[in-house]
């Protein structure tokens, strides 16, 4: 059985000089804020509910806040057109491996229907209380139980079995300098 996964991450030069300088590195809640400003809310909204769930499929280290995220494939690894790109070779009991569709949808605080039919009647219970998108109920103060309901959903993020490549993402609690074994500037 392969012990091993190899994935790639893009990092910015800061994260890269202190990976080399440091031998290690995590992500914490203040990069995040600094990273998107305004829009920090919504996506914290998504991270917090991914560790919270991800700490318990691979044991959260003290001193990490959020994950590092990474994919399978170089190309789907990039998220801009600088910085650098870092391929890795990670024991397989430090990945965390999720759908790519279903996070996307989380990021946009969507509901994660069973099926069809299941959004179908997500949709009429929204129209009903003349709501436009679950983001709104989210961010809201307000519709506690439709709230949860929507948090409820999004536990099928590691609950699939994803044989997609193209559908399969990684996350890590942090990045080890050991574990990188090409370094390409972009």
């Keep these: 059985m392969k012990k091993e996964i190899k994935l790639w991450t893009q990092q910015s030069e800061t994260v ?13 809640k203040r990069y995040i804020k600094n990273k998107y400003g305004s829009q920090a809310k919504i996506f914290l909204t998504a991270y917090d509910f991914f560790v919270n769930k991800a700490k318990d499929i691979i044991e959260r280290p003290a001193d990490t806040e959020y994950p590092v995220w990474a994919a399978y494939d170089r190309q789907t690894a990039l998220s801009s057109n600088s ?20 996070w996307n949808d989380i990021l946009n605080l969507r509901y994660l229907p069973e099926n069809e039919e ?15 998108t679950d983001m ?37 609690w942090e990045l080890r300098l050991n574990w990188v074994k090409e370094v390409i500037e972009l």
Excluded at 16 to 28: C, D, I, S
Excluded at 159 to 169: A, L
Aim: aromatic fraction near 8%.
């Design 16 to 28: 890269k000089n202190k990976l080399f300088e440091q031998g290690r590195t995590t992500v914490k």
């Design 136 to 172: 709104d109920i989210i961010l809201s103060p307000h519709y506690p139980k439709l709230k949860q309901e929507i948090k409820e959903s999004w536990q099928k993020l590691f609950t699939d079995d994803i044989s997609d490549i193209n559908k399969k993402r990684a996350a890590l």
């Design 118 to 132: 299941d959004e179908k009647k997500h949709q009429e219970k929204l129209a009903k209380y003349g709501i436009n």
């Design 83 to 102: 910085g650098y790109l870092l391929k890795l070779l990670v024991p397989k009991n430090k990945v965390i491996i999720f759908d790519a569709n279903k």
